[in-house]
């Protein structure tokens, strides 16, 4: 299993940017697609980005299109999300997730990723 740590969050202002970053550690399985995934109080667990192996391929859900990066670099074992003109809406505990499959169908399939970080969280104030 990997080991994620998540970092970067904090409180902003609407419109405001924050870049997260999760460092990783440990075995790699064949799943390699990572993910950034966020869950808001009294709501359940959503996928908001995924990225294949080698960066190459980038989803993202809706709401954060065109707002959002995803990012990988596998020689630091580093994932990274850009946060730009950030609304109220995107405050939430946000994860890191790792060994998941790839895939329009898949990357944000909660149950498809075998490694998760405790999270931090992302506060926009109106």
């Known amino acids: 299993q990997v080991q994620l740590v998540e970092s970067g969050g904090g409180s902003v202002q609407a419109g405001g940017s924050l870049r997260l970053s999760c460092a990783a550690s440990?075995?790699?399985?064949?799943?390699?697609?990572m993910g950034w995934f966020r869950q808001a109080p009294g709501k359940g667990r959503e996928g908001v980005a995924g990225?294949?192996?080698?960066?190459?391929?980038?989803y993202y859900d809706d709401s954060v299109l065109g707002r959002f990066t995803i990012s990988r670099d596998s020689a630091k074992n580093m994932l990274y999300l850009q946060m730009d003109s950030l609304k109220p809406e995107d405050s939430a505990m946000y994860y890191c997730?790792?060994?998941?499959?790839?895939?329009?169908?898949?990357?944000?399939?909660?149950?498809?990723?075998?490694?998760w970080g405790q999270g931090t969280q992302v506060t926009v104030s109106s």
């Open positions: 990225i294949s192996s080698t960066g190459g391929r980038a």
């Open positions: 997730a790792a060994e998941g499959l790839c895939g329009t169908e898949w990357w944000h399939r909660i149950s498809e990723y075998s490694s």
């Open positions: 440990g075995h790699n399985s064949r799943r390699n697609c």
